[in-house]
């Protein structure tokens, strides 16, 4: 979004159009970026002394994705001889 914006903005720079083509254009130049978690409702940066924090100090949202539930697979059994053989 920050790109297209760039883009538009400056119509004769040859701006990146994805992330990874940014990052292989700022690594060419020598420069370098430090990547910075944000709250995921973007209500604060861990950053500084709230580095370690897990949750957010606004919103109290975690840091971190939650897993998703492990979903079972239920397998139906066609043939009970060949079932029963094996177990």
Same mark, same amino acid.
């Given at each position: 979004?920050?790109?297209?914006?760039? #883009?538009? #903005?400056?119509? *004769? #720079?040859? $701006?990146? *159009?994805?992330?990874?083509? #940014?990052?292989? /254009?700022? =690594?060419?130049?020598?420069? *370098?970026? /430090?990547? $910075?978690?944000?709250?995921? =409702?973007?209500?604060?940066?861990?950053?500084?002394?709230? +580095?370690? +924090?897990?949750?957010?100090?606004?919103?109290?949202?975690? +840091?971190?994705?939650?897993?998703?539930?492990? %979903?079972?697979?239920?397998? %139906?059994? /066609? =043939?009970?001889? +060949?079932? %029963? %053989?094996?177990?």
């Amino acid at each position: 979004m920050i790109l297209e914006l760039l #883009a538009d #903005a400056f119509e *004769h #720079a040859k $701006i990146s *159009h994805s992330f990874f083509e #940014a990052k292989k /254009t700022i =690594n060419k130049l020598g420069l *370098h970026y /430090t990547k $910075i978690d944000a709250c995921p =409702n973007d209500c604060m940066l861990y950053l500084g002394e709230d +580095r370690d +924090r897990d949750f957010c100090k606004k919103c109290k949202t975690s +840091r971190w994705k939650a897993k998703k539930k492990v %979903q079972l697979l239920v397998l %139906q059994v /066609t =043939n009970k001889k +060949r079932f %029963q %053989q094996r177990f």
